[in-house]
């Protein structure tokens, strides 16, 4: 990506009507464009970060035997009224509209209802089971307050994943896999040492149901951590009896804040029996597949990590999810300059590097840099006359604030190594 093709521009000051700081630097940034209190629009940058974070939660669905699948985001009346559902006393975040030949539609704040509905034409045997169908689609909820930016959206994605089991053995099964690719998730997103598998009260089906909540003072939720043990539990279930359970000691617990960044839930027979969902075991006898389901936030993660990582020069990727890997930054107009930085951008992309290159002409060293700072692409590559005297560039890391010399032949291998 040449810079000076870019659409997008930085400004320095953040949009008086955003409180959130996550949004606010990304707006900065030029990631993303604010449509109204909870709505975002994603731009070029932006939505290269947003398609790494969704490709990463996609590979890993797809190593546990996740088949992607995309659901209509319009819904049926009658679908969710089989439920019970519909009513907005029961779902209270609904954005409901009606259609011009008549009768109401929905807009899906979640797919429970319509994924089985689907699996119920397509499983009749013991032996189409189990399936794990997922997507990354967007949700549309009412939410009464949109403060956080990316990380409470009115409209927002989700990666939703369903599972249908024959017993209540492959479904524990199933939940287990599905917890263990999650942690993957987190850990190739950054956010491995600070997210932790949190205990929340499970409904009717199970004793639990689990959060993955990432310590941050930035969160809107309250959990008990008890770090040597690596688990947390939420404020519902913040009792005797369940400490017991989980072998706590109330004593040992830290209370910190933290962002919900999955909930993985045990559904049991609710939705297949209210849906007549149903398959023949080997005995031929009618049974109800039982289900869970999992959820993941990609807005959500993108706007934690970018007010996680942020510093006081501006955003901070980490390497998996930047928007490019290496930020070509030609110091002067200089034709030497411009003509080594050029060189650079094209043994970059020649080795496969996904690359930004600042080739703006009028535009001085300092705004360029202080530009870069703030898109925090993790690795800026400062091309300037200075180093060029050395056959060099500047190989400046975005995160710890090191920079080193490096001879322009050995560019393409730094940039390699370090990501
Ligand atoms: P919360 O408790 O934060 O309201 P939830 O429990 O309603 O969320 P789920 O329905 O389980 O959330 O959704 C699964 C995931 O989707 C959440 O863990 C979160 O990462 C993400 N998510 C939920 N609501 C929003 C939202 N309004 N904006 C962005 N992401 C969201
Ligand atoms: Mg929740």
Known sequence: MRQSQLF????????????????????????????????????????????????????????????????????????????????????DIWFK???????????????????????REH????????????????????????????????????????????????HEELYERVKQAYFTIFRRLGLGDRTYLTFASGGIFSRYSHEFQTVADIGEDTIYLDK??????????????????????????????????GNI????????????????????????PIMGCYGIGPNRLMGLIAELFADERGLVWPKTVAPYSAHIVALSDEPAVKNAAEKVYQDLQQANIEVCYDDRDGVSAGEKLSDADLLGIPLQLRVGMKSLKESAVD??????????????????ETVKSAI
């Open 265 to 288: 839930f045990s559904l049991g027979t609710r939705f297949s029996k209210a849906l007549g969902c149903v398959f023949k075991d080997a005995e031929g006898k009618e049974r109800h």
């Open 123 to 170: 499983i009749a045997s013991y032996r189409d089971l189990p399936q794990l169908p997922y997507q990354i689609q967007l949700k549309f909820r009412n939410e009464l307050r949109a403060r956080s930016g990316l990380m409470r959206g009115r409209e927002f994605f989700m990666k939703d994943m369903y599972t249908f089991a024959r017993t209540e053995k492959e």
């Open 97 to 119: 509209t009606t259609l011009a030949a008549g009768g109401e539609v929905g807009l899906a704040p979640t797919h429970e209802e319509p994924i089985t509905a689907i699996m």
């Open 8 to 91: 997008t521009h930085t400004r320095r000051e953040a949009p008086r009507d955003e409180a959130s700081k996550n949004a606010q630097l990304l707006i900065r940034a030029g990631y993303i464009h604010k449509e109204m209190a909870g709505v975002y629009s994603f731009l070029p940058l932006g939505w290269r970060v947003l398609e790494n974070i969704m490709r990463i939660i996609r590979e890993e669905m797809n190593a546990i035997g996740g088949q992607e699948v995309h659901l209509s985001a319009l819904q049926s009346r009658a679908l969710w009224e089989q439920t019970d559902r519909w009513s907005d006393e029961k779902v």
């Open 228 to 261: 040597t043990k690596g688990i947390a539990v939420n404020k519902e279930v913040l009792e005797e009896s369940v400490l017991a359970d989980l072998g706590l000691e109330q004593d040992k617990l830290e209370e910190v804040r933290a962002v919900e960044v």
């Open 395 to 412: 190989v400046f890391d975005r995160a710890t604030g090191e920079e080193r010399r490096v001879p322009l032949t050995q560019i393409s």
